[in-house]
RNA sequence: GCCGGUGUAGCUCAGCUGGCCAGAGCAGCUGAUUUGUAAUCAGCUGGUCGGGGGUUCGAAUCCCUCCACCGGCUCCA
């Protein structure tokens, strides 16, 4: 007999070889069937792996990580059996579970794949899980491995198992399909109950753009079919919020050809909103002691020599730009970091004068491939909301903290409730990837994940995502239909000091190099936009969005009654424009309904008459009648609300 | 940059197994209407079918090439 402890603290003593699944049973029925993989003292296995010694057990669902990832892998297995039925001969790669579904990394030989022949695969996907084929799991030898699938003439296979220790490997069988896996698996594939191929992408066998490019087929998969109706509804979903189908409809923004690909424009509403997000961090960061400085948009390539960058990414860079006379070369300035330090450098410096916050607004250009350009997320033109903070080693888990507060204020204000920070480090076993002493990145290091600690934010660790010059940590938020994405950013410099001798005068009386933090909360306002859009899905808060109010005559009769309410407004700080269209109020309500304008002041005879408006607010409809001056005293209590909160 | 897909008026799209002058809705313009809480009516303008080259008696339609965009990969100071 072993003791199995489940979750709840109760303890069962089963005979060993008892599997998960038959524990599930023993428990219920109904939870049997629900039970996709075990997670044994921590680590997840088949639900039918037999218990050997004293364990934990977690029963795994759907409704765990492990469960869905298991279903989701198992599918992999599925999709590649039935792409094999289909296409005989096509050689398999990887097929790993992903956040949301899973791939086969594909390489088709012949056979030309695209989106029109999903619906078969999706549907040699259910019937073979219909015959509910159980996925077995065999331990083999490296030779047994190495014979089947040089059989099976499986290239990429055999190349997995060369990097394989022999007595580790395992393959898992269903039906008429065996791959090599780790595992682990669901019981069969009747828990499979819908499957959906999403799209298909080129993929570099093994990540590396030396090899072979594969097909990647992405899909995913449900135990039920009411679940994937509801993540097509969400793919929709998606499809509204996109920023770059919104930055069209909204007049937010524009790129033309002519201008280049990555180089958006900024059309007039787009930039009132920018401009407007850009003046809420200017105010909060004057309170923290911020002190606004500008520079140009090149710098002479010595600059960047010296700074390191010409060197590790002057190769990926636009090329520099030279002066017809004297031969001089410039680049576009691809980061504020070397300028700042100039600035610093300008004057001499005391202790007293630390920290020293300098921040800028300063726009950069970044070469970035072609394929890689994306809407406003990824561009080649884009303005960091960026500051350095010079300080002693000191001050540097202060300033950190502080930084990091002035990010939580900005997600409380635009509404991002969920998100987490990743603290990314050194890969240890890679030295040669970054510059800087290691008794310096150990302190570094330490201070970011105290601090961390200490605001109690929820923190993941990434070995090796640190930049090449210091530690950073990067906020991550969950937008209103929880997709992940990486905002603001802290990280800590002690190279840039060292290669710019930037230096102060102690109490001592002694010199010092002082500690640089580069930060941006928004990341890029290009960047920050897009993902406010998709957060809002287009309806920016009052206190943010270009137009809060649109004014709309009844008829063309009171279009000057129409422009002195605005006007009015206008004095109360209020952003209103008038429809002075000859179109019925019908049609006037329905665009602006559309444009997503938080207000909408209808006015005809009676207004006039009164000096009056009637209110109507987006989504909620008719307000009532009231006079200017409560609807702007309303509005604007509306806006301080959300701005003090 | 690489793999695959897409590219027709300002926008959304039809036409695309080659063959009458390339279409629709919305937007725009003109006129009528003077309008009360999600689309008033009528008329008109607008495209060298992404650019270039080729096949053909004839190309939006087939082929080549370049560009841009979309989905990924690689990259991201």
Partial sequence: MISITLPDGSKRNVDSGTTALQVALSISEGLARNVLAAEVNGEVVDATRPLTQDSSLK?????????????????????????????????????????????????FINYS??????????????????????????????????????????????????????GSITF????????????????????IKAAKLLNVAGAYWRGDEKNKMLTRVYAISFPKQSELDEYLVLLEEAKKRDHRKLGKELGLFHFSQ?????????????????????SFLQTAQKKDGYLPVITPHIGSKELYETSGHWAKYGADSFRPIETPQEGEMYML???NCPHHCEIFASEPRSYRDLPLRLSEFGTVYRYEQSGELHGLTRVRGFTQDDAHLFCTADQVKEEV?????????????????????????????NPSKYIGSDANWEKAEKAIQEVADEKGLKTVVELGEAAFYGPKLDFMVRDAIGR?????????????????DLEYTGADNLKHRPVMIHRAPFG????????????????????????????????EKFNEYAKSVSTELENYDIRALVDERNEKVGKKIREAELEKVPYMLVVGVEEQKNRTVSARKKGEGDQGVLSIGDFASRLNREVEEMLSR
């Fill in 59 to 107: 029963l795994l669902t759907w409704s765990d990580e492990g469960g869905k990832s298991t279903l989701w892998h198992s599918s992999a297995h599925l999709m590649a059996e039935s792409l094999e039925a289909l296409y005989p001969g096509i050689k398999l790669a990887i097929g790993p579970p992903i956040e949301n579904g899973f791939y086969y990394d594909i390489d």
């Fill in 113 to 166: 794949f695209s989106q029109e022949d999903f619906p078969a695969v999706e549907k040699k996907m259910l019937e073979l899980a219909r015959s509910k084929n159980e996925y077995i799991r065999k331990e083999i030898s490296k030779s047994e491995a190495i014979a089947y699938f040089t059989h099976k003439d499986d290239p990429y296979k055999l190349e997995l198992i060369n990097d394989l220790e022999d």
């Fill in 172 to 191: 898992y069988t269903q039906g008429n399909f065996t791959d090599l896996c780790r595992g682990p698996h669901i019981p069969n594939t009747g828990f």
């Fill in 258 to 278: 002519k201008v280049g690909s990555g180089l958006p424009l900024w059309l007039p509403k787009g930039a009132d909103l920018r401009s407007r997000l850009q």
């Fill in 333 to 335: 300035k691809p980061m």
């Fill in 401 to 429: 903290g502080k930084v990091i507060d002035l990010v939580l204020y900005i997600f409380k204000i635009l509404d991002f409730k969920d998100y987490l920070a990743q603290v990314s480090l050194r890969d240890t076993g």
């Fill in 484 to 500: 992940k994405w990486q905002l603001g950013t802290v990280q800590i410099d002690y190279n840039l000091p060292e290669r710019f």
């Fill in 524 to 555: 890029s306002l290009e960047r920050f936009v897009a993902i406010l859009i998709e957060h809002c899905a287009g309806q920016f808060p009052l206190w943010l969005t270009p137009e809060q109010v649109r004014i709309l005559p009844v008829s």
